[in-house]
């Protein structure tokens, strides 16, 4: 199990980070992190009980 652990981060954990800090998946990533919120809140207003 550790084999497969160590060989996961050795070959597939540099080329998924180098691709996490392209400018715009970080882009994505933050509009990502600032829409999820907002929606969820939007969504648990428009189905209160009135």
Not at 6 to 23: D, E, W
Not at 26 to 45: S, W
Request: charged share 20%; aromatic share 10%.
């Amino acid at each position: 199990m550790k084999s497969i652990i160590s060989g996961f981060q050795n070959k597939f954990l540099p080329a998924l980070a180098k691709f996490g800090n392209l400018k715009y998946m970080v882009v994505l990533r933050d509009g990502m992190i600032i829409t999820i919120p907002l929606a969820n809140f939007i969504i648990k207003l428009a189905t209160l009980e009135k």
